[in-house]
């Protein structure tokens, strides 16, 4: 913390082992004796560019807690994955296989922290709707309680990640189960960082029951939108057979 204030200093990587030959890689107690406090693993981009699997993601989950970092396991589908229903599936998944080998204590104390960041957001200038990302996050901590139980479940900070901005960041930040942000592109530009590091929450229950009407207006919009496209692709397929 710098000033007193609410500021650390985290990785974006970390790696697998704690000391050898591996030019270039930065392991957990090299990051901890710099001042670091926390480490991202599985970042999409890692996974995708670097074939960092879920083993591997686990591997540097666990070295980083072993030096007294505190992790962020980031999980989140493909575009295909969202289209073909597997969304929740995938999830469990990195989940099950990331947090492999860590214990209830270590969640209960704080040790790890959820990061939800839908692959087809990252950089892509779109950001799920606050429906969207409130169910991923549900089922998220829903499967943090089958393997937790509820009193964990519920402590776990559950971060929302993908193409955050300052537009959409209150009306995530509203939603029951998203318990923070990590924000990419917008935090190297002060001005929009600032305005969503200083998010505005709902502080009565009838702000919080209208940010729970927008929510669910936003999702039926969606959904007509999403129907409307569909019956004029069927439309354009009938009249394309017909011709």
Same mark, same amino acid.
Not at 67 to 82: D, F, M, N, P, S
Not at 184 to 189: C, H, N, P
Not at 198 to 215: I, L, M
């Given at each position: 913390?710098? /000033? ?43 996974? %995708?560019?670097? /074939? ?38 995938? !999830? %469990? ?7 492999? *080998? ?10 790890? %922290? ?8 990252? *950089? ?27 009193? !964990? ?8 990640? /993908? ?16 318990? *923070?942000?990590?924000? /990419? ?20 229950? %009838? ?37």
């Amino acid at each position: 913390e710098f /000033g007193g204030g609410r500021v650390a200093v985290g990785a974006q990587d970390v790696h697998t082992e704690r000391a050898g030959a591996y030019t270039g890689a930065a392991s957990a107690p090299q990051l901890r004796s710099a001042g670091a406090q926390f480490a991202l693993v599985g970042h999409s981009e890692r996974r %995708a560019l670097f /074939g960092d699997d879920d083993e591997a993601v686990n591997a540097k989950l666990r070295a980083a807690l072993a030096a007294g970092l505190r992790a962020i396991l980031c999980v989140g589908e493909t575009l295909e994955e969202r289209e073909l229903g597997v969304t929740d599936a995938v !999830v %469990a998944t990195q989940l099950a296989k990331g947090l492999a *080998g860590v214990d209830a204590a270590q969640m209960a104390a704080g040790n790890v %922290a959820i990061a939800y960041e839908p692959v087809w957001a990252i *950089g892509t200038g779109r950001v799920a709707t606050p429906a969207q990302a409130q169910l991923v996050h549900a089922a998220a901590r829903s499967w943090l309680e089958g393997a937790y139980g509820r009193a !964990v479940a519920d402590s776990v900070v559950i971060q929302y990640g /993908g193409s955050v901005t300052p537009e959409a960041v209150d009306e995530l930040m509203a939603c029951p189960d998203v318990d *923070g942000v990590l924000v /990419g592109g917008a935090s190297l530009k002060a001005e929009a960082f600032a305005r969503i590091a200083a998010f505005r929450s709902p502080s009565t229950e %009838a702000e919080a029951a209208a940010a729970a009407a927008a929510h669910a207006q936003r999702a039926a919009e969606n959904a007509a939108r999403a129907a409307d496209a569909a019956r004029a692709n069927a439309a354009a397929v009938a009249a394309s057979a017909g011709g």
